[in-house]
Structure formats: C-alpha cells, structure tokens
Antibody, heavy 118, light 103 residues
Framework: QVQLVQSGSEFKKPGASVKISCTPSGYTLSSYTMNWVRQAPGKGLDWMGWINTDTGNPTYAQGFTGRFVFSLDSSLRTAHLQISDLETDDTAVYFC???????????WGQGTLVLVSS | SDLSQPPSVSVFPGQTATIDCSGDNLGERFVCWYHQKAGQSPVLVMFRDSERPSGIPERFSGSNSGNTATLTITGAQALDEGDYYCQAWDSKVFGSGTKVTVL
C-alpha cells in the first residue's frame, strides 16, 4: 500500500528550529515529486512549494522563502522540511503530498503538528 | 488565496450540494478538489476538472468553465461532511475552503 509516513509532533520555543521528515512506503521517493502544505489551526490549506526528488532542487511558494528549507536525505529515501527561527505563527500541521500521475496530489502524509510557544 | 469559495454549504441528505470555486480565467486551468474530514489528511475527490479518482463515488462530479469551477455532490450523504478545497494546478494554490454540512 502506497503511503507517506511523517515524523511525530514537535513542541518548540520561538527562535528554535524544527526538521520534519516524510518517508514513502510502497514506492521509491525519486519516482514522484514531493510537495509541502501548511494548515494553521482552524485555517485552510497553504501550498508551501515542492522538491524535485530526482535532483533535490526545491521551489518555494511566495511567503515560504528564507526560513523554510526542503531537502532529501543522502540515501534519497526521505524528504525533509526544516523551519528555522520559529515564530508562534508557524504553529500548524504540515503535510507532505505526492504529485500523482497527473495534475493532482494523490497521496498525503498524516500530517505533523508543530506547536511553537514560549 | 486567489481562489474564492463560499465558507459554508448546507444540504439535506439525498439532495444536491454544489460548491463553486472562482478565479481569473479558471476555466483555462486544470482544477482538482480535495475533501478533508476533521483531524484527517485531505483526500483527492476530483482531478483535471471532472475526472474521479478510483474509489470516489459517482455522486461526485465536477465542471470548469469561464471563471468558475464547480464540484457537485448529487445525493449527499452524512459521510460527505467536511471541508472541500479546490486547487488550480498551474499555481498549486488552494481555494479558501468550503465547509459542507449534511443536515
């Protein structure tokens, strides 16, 4: 069964950094591009950008440049989202989502809650 | 978000719910739709305007023309409740979301 497994919830103080992982199961990471989506509490979906899982080249959406970094681990088996200098407004559930064989996100991770509070 | 959706839509069981998604020249862009239940990840229910993924019931249909894409649920059921988001594929931007309530 194809699925994306994300790392667990994170509780951080403002100014800290966090790194979230997204590991495919049932397929090879490099076969499909990976996107990241943020959902603040009670809010809608916010597309953050994507990473080419073949070359490792990231593309960031407006509003997600500077403190946000998409990467792949050296074994090319896991995608990562790192957020530095965390702010309370970064409190959200972060999803990874695979681009399917067409114009859509066909597989989503279960989401990772990042809670930023002093 | 440059895609507008009504905040909420209510429908009686068995009746038809329509959710609009508006954006400039949206009809010229592929649109997909996702359904998200509380506390869960979104699930794709429509892609390339009007194509249903495997496993999505036939009561879901989609269209896209002019500046508006529409998701229609014909014969709504209680399990169709939740939030629905449109997405324009060229920009990847999501709509503002619509909460569907089955009364």
């Amino acid at each position: 069964q194809v699925q994306l497994v994300q790392s667990g919830s994170e509780f951080k103080k403002p100014g800290a950094s966090v790194k979230i992982s997204c590991t495919p199961s049932g397929y090879t990471l490099s076969s499909y591009t990976m996107n990241w989506v943020r959902q603040a509490p009670g809010k809608g979906l916010d597309w953050m950008g994507w990473i080419n899982t073949d070359t490792g080249n990231p593309t960031y959406a407006q509003g997600f440049t500077g403190r946000f970094v998409f990467s792949l681990d050296s074994s090319l088996r896991t995608a990562h989202l790192q957020i530095s200098d965390l702010e309370t407004d970064d409190t959200a559930v972060y999803f990874c989502a695979r681009v399917g064989d067409g114009f859509f996100f066909d597989v989503w991770g279960q989401g990772t809650l990042v809670l930023v509070s002093s | 978000s440059d895609l507008s959706q009504p905040p909420s839509v209510s429908v009686f069981p068995g009746q038809t719910a329509t959710i609009d998604c508006s954006g400039d020249n949206l009809g010229e862009r592929f649109v997909c739709w996702y359904h998200q239940k509380a506390g869960q990840s979104p699930v794709l229910v429509m892609f390339r305007d009007s194509e249903r993924p495997s496993g999505i019931p036939e009561r879901f249909s989609g269209s896209n023309s002019g500046n508006t894409a529409t998701l229609t649920i014909t014969g709504a059921q209680a399990l169709d409740e939740g939030d629905y988001y449109c997405q324009a594929w060229d920009s990847k931007v999501f709509g503002s979301g619509t909460k569907v309530t089955v009364l």
